[in-house]
């Protein structure tokens, strides 16, 4: 996974996918590992999350713990729909409450 910021610019698209507490310490390249490498352990997890999730980890911002790529931007990257890119974060997002 690549762990350089794709883009500085957090209104490039509009809105973010995940919001993290303003005061949520940065984000680091270990921690976004961790949080995949947790993901993958998590058995309840369909395949496509995981995926979208290995492709969205890399766009988090490192200060603030967003992520900011569009859902079609992302389903463009994966060669899925949007609709299916939008499932796969609502696993996600349930995974982690």
Known sequence: MECTQRS???YQSSMPLIVAPLARPAVTCLERLQLVAR???D???RRESLVVLTEL???VHSELGIAWPSQERLGQA???SRQNVNRAIRQLEA???
């Open 43 to 45: 058995r309840t997890l």
């Open 78 to 80: 994966l060669g899925v």
């Open 57 to 59: 980890a890399p766009y």
């Open 8 to 10: 500085t610019d957090p």
């Open 95 to 97: 995974a982690a409450t």
């Open 39 to 41: 993901a993958g352990r």
